[in-house]
């Protein structure tokens, strides 16, 4: 098993940056992709980003591209959403996720291990 903790979210007002963490523990090498979802309020959960675990490869949603930064540090276990230009439609709770096959998913559905959820607020 995986776990996934998230933390980083916050109050921040449009135009401002946060950084969210993921860290994970249990068996983490076995997760293939680790993804960010988001679910603003009363809308269904969206794919945000990705990243491959092995070659860092990144992969994003149009509506955060040039906006957002995934990363991963494998020492630390550790996978990182940089945001920057933040906006009110940007507000949400924001997950990871690990998913184990080798292909890459945006569909919350195909993903193996979840974390919590952090809150971000971005105030106009």
């Known amino acids: 098993q995986v776990q996934l903790v998230e933390s980083g979210g916050g109050l921040v007002q449009a135009g401002g940056s946060l950084r969210l963490s993921c860290a994970a523990s249990?068996?983490?090498?076995?997760?293939?992709?680790v993804g960010w979802f988001r679910q603003p309020p009363g809308k269904e959960r969206e794919f945000v980003a990705a990243?491959?675990?092995?070659?860092?490869?990144?992969y994003y949603a149009d509506s955060v591209k040039g906006r957002f930064t995934v990363s991963r540090d494998n020492a630390k276990n550790t996978v990182y959403l940089q945001m920057k230009s933040l906006n009110a439609e940007d507000t949400a709770v924001y997950y990871c996720?690990?998913?184990?096959?080798?292909?890459?998913?945006?569909?919350?559905?195909?993903?193996?291990?979840w974390g919590q959820g952090t809150q971000v607020t971005v105030s106009s």
């Open positions: 996720a690990g998913r184990t096959n080798y292909d890459l998913a945006r569909s919350d559905r195909e993903y193996d291990y």
């Open positions: 249990g068996r983490a090498a076995s997760m293939i992709f």
């Open positions: 990243v491959t675990m092995s070659y860092g490869t990144t």
